[in-house]
């Protein structure tokens, strides 16, 4: 498949970049951050989105969706990267609908898709248990009562968990901490008797929540997969919210690399435009560079997850390991060439450092994937 956007991807990431540059500049999450949204994103935004088909981009056009795949929603996501724009895209649009879409039942599909398309439901993924993303490390157990199920656990670092209406919730069902084998995904509504959600807000102004279920009941049908054989499932999930990550990343970085451009054509020092300065411009060609290199790596795995999604773990695990790398050192280049200043409020170079910081650690970290690429390489 040619490394290239098709007409209809290409129409989509010109319409997104159009209407996020209008409706949700850097400026909403100034606003948000600054009256401290209980929400942490605007509804109506998000309402916005999805009556323009973004909250069913993965979602089939038989249940409501458009179904235009993982490049289209890496489009999507990039996008919102260079405006930092915050809202479910991720947990629900992404995440939620891929985990419905590939492993609900009929039954689950039915009830849930068509709320999903229409930005009515909103959904998080519980998986992590401590500080370090590891998703086969599950002490949150499910123990069989009457015709379902009871759990009991805690859950860590959800990202949109305070304002989800389900949750997606790994369980232990059989086998051993840190065994792949006896995991299974549980849909719980986050209103359920015995879930309790503890907000906390980010350093990049966005939220996530402390999950705690204690003697939760769910039947039998609250079952997302198979039980005890969820742990594949749980890395599809996570490998689709990996590649948008990595889009956002992409996108987060570019519009580093925008800015600081502008900043060094327009700054005087001595009386000289300061990117005149033959090291500062080798510097930015560096970065631009990575970021070129980084663009292609994750195009290739959204189409991987488009094409071949059972075989999309090692292109996605090296995509989110590139893009956490270079949208670090985007961030950190933009505020050394920007100066102290760039710290500031005045300017909004400071943002993204902290948005890419959370970004790379969020379901595995540069490291994490970088080893993850050499085991299933067989290193």
């Known amino acids: 498949m040619a490394m290239l956007l098709n007409e209809e991807q290409g129409m989509l990431k010109d319409a997104a970049k159009g209407y996020l540059k209008t409706s949700a500049p850097i400026s909403q999450l100034r606003k948000l951050r600054d009256a401290e949204s209980a929400d942490g994103f605007d509804r109506k935004t998000w309402k916005d989105m999805a009556e323009m088909g973004w909250a069913s981009v993965l979602v089939p056009e038989d249940h409501g969706g458009v179904a235009m795949g993982h490049v289209a929603a890496g489009v999507i996501a990039e996008e919102m990267g260079r405006t930092l724009t915050a809202s479910p895209f991720l947990s629900t649009a992404i995440l939620g609908a891929t985990a419905l879409t590939r492993f609900g039942s009929e039954a689950q599909k039915a009830e849930y898709l068509p709320r999903l398309a229409a930005g009515d439901f909103l959904t998080a993924l519980a998986v992590d248990e401590t500080h370090k993303h590891n998703p086969s490390s599950v002490t949150t157990t499910a123990q069989r009562s009457g015709n379902g199920f009871k759990l009991d656990g805690r859950k860590s670092f959800v990202a949109e968990g305070h304002i989800a209406d389900m949750l997606i919730v790994s369980a232990r069902t059989a086998g051993a901490d840190g065994e792949p084998e006896g995991i299974t995904l549980f849909l719980v509504p986050r209103e359920a008797a015995g879930v309790s959600v503890e907000r906390a807000s980010m350093i990049d102004s966005r939220n996530s929540a402390a999950i705690t279920l204690e003697g939760v009941e769910v039947t039998a049908d609250a079952v997302l997969g198979e039980v005890d054989g969820g742990y594949t499932a749980l890395e599809a999930v996570l490998d689709a919210g990996r590649a948008g990550l990595a889009a956002e990343m992409s996108g987060s970085a570019q519009e580093c690399l925008g800015q600081t451009l502008a900043y060094l054509r327009e700054r005087k020092q001595f009386g000289e435009i300061i990117g005149t300065y033959q090291a500062l411009q080798h510097r930015a060609a560096h970065l631009y560079t990575e970021i070129e290199l980084g663009k292609s790596i994750v195009l290739k795995a959204l189409q991987t997850l488009d094409m071949a999604p059972d075989h999309a773990a090692m292109m996605v695990s090296a995509a989110k390991s590139k893009l956490g ?24 170079i400071g943002f993204f450092i902290k948005r890419v910081r959370v970004a790379e650690a969020l379901y595995g970290d540069a490291n994490y994937h970088t080893d993850k690429f050499a085991r299933l390489r067989k290193y």
């Open 325 to 348: 790398q270079v949208a670090q050192l985007s961030a950190r280049e933009a505020i050394q060439m920007h100066g102290g200043i760039g710290m500031t409020d005045e300017y909004d």
